[in-house]
């Protein structure tokens, strides 16, 4: 069989089933398995495939009909410019973060702030990327030690010297950092079925926050005697919540106009 004849093949098969980019996920999926980049598949329709490139092609785009997400299949994922390991244990990083991570960066670069923590770094994208734009020393914490290979992957492939620690939310720390940069658990354990079929494949510990905030609260709490800032990831729905704190500062929207990061002064 055919390239061309191939990608048309998987591009129907996702098609069919709804998938919302069947084009480019096809191609996605061709460059992946053959390991070729995007000039190679689009400039070589006739190259000749075998049939075990073909079934893997076809059970990769059956895995992405029950919803499992591409970049845990390719392992890569794009965040401010730079390529990101990801696998199943860590959170994809999201196009929304950014909006965290710049604002992070323009008051680092603005006061000159030297000592930054990334609480809750996952796959290390907000870490390494405040790292690459600043002069900080850059601190990123995760209590999944899985989560922290994979930033350990990423801090080696990124040529980046980022520290990490395990540790459960702010219980290493001590002395004072000028900014905490985190994006927490922060979707209610009621909001899970509400999630889509994608979402859900991503790890619990990584979504999932209580009913109350309580773990958000304890972040605001514990950040008082440890920094000067505290810049939060938030959902829309928890403005209310984090007004009621005395050191809540304001709340930054995202570029869909959504309430997006919230900011703290101690
Ligand atoms: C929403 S993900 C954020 C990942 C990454 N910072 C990003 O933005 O792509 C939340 C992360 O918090 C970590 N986490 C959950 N509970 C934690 C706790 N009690 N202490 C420290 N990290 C925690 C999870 O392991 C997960 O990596």
Known sequence: MNLSIAIKKVHDYLAKNIVINPMLESIIIARYVLKKDDMFIL???NLNINLFDYKKMIKIAKKR?????LSYITH???FMGLE???NKNV???RPETENLVEHAIEYINKYRFKNILDLCTGSGSIAISIQRFTNANVIASDISYSALRVAFINKTFLKSNIFLI???LLNCFKSGFDVIVSNPPYI????FETLSKEVKHEPKIALLCDEKYELIEKIIKKSKNLTKYLMLEISPNMRKFLESFQEFLYIKKDYANKDRIAVFKF
Not at 65 to 69: A, E, L, S, T, V
Not at 188 to 191: H, M, R
């Open 43 to 45: 400039s070589n329709p």
């Open 65 to 69: 009909i029950d919803g499992y997400p």
């Open 76 to 78: 890569k994922k794009e």
């Open 84 to 86: 990101f390991y990801v």
């Open 91 to 93: 959170l994809i990083p």
């Open 166 to 168: 395990n540790c459960n």
């Open 188 to 191: 209610l354990p009621s909001e």
